[in-house]
């Protein structure tokens, strides 16, 4: 799984509508991406972004929070795709599922450029 160490800082936000495709910047391990309940390596984990089943399709994108990290919130129509994934937890799509784009070492995700 990638996403070790601290907490998000919120400092700035940044709201998509209609949301954005975010795609895997490079493979991810096997484990994949872990999805957080809250924009915090400290919340629980409900889901991962998986290679497999996000790989190529990437993942739409409501928001971004801004601080010693940089964390998305998935838009809930990505919930029906998570079901199947590594140790998804019945979550609020609403409300929850956020998953670390960036952090000091590394880009996990980015945004597909705008037409």
């Known amino acids: 799984m990638s996403d070790d160490g601290g907490d998000a800082m919120e400092v700035d936000n940044d709201t998509f509508s209609p949301p954005r495709r975010f795609q895997f910047t490079r493979q991810i391990p096997g484990g994949g991406l872990r ?40 838009d809930a129509s990505v919930y029906s795709s998570l079901r199947s994934t590594y140790q998804f937890q019945a979550f609020k799509p609403e409300e929850e599922g956020y998953v670390l784009v960036s952090n000091d070492k590394q880009t996990f995700l980015s945004p597909e450029p705008m037409e």
């Open 35 to 74: 999805v957080r309940q809250g924009p915090s390596r400290k919340t629980r984990q409900i889901a991962s972004l998986e290679w497999p089943s996000h790989g190529n399709t990437g993942v739409l994108v409501t928001g971004l929070i801004h601080g010693a990290e940089v964390w998305a919130k998935l």
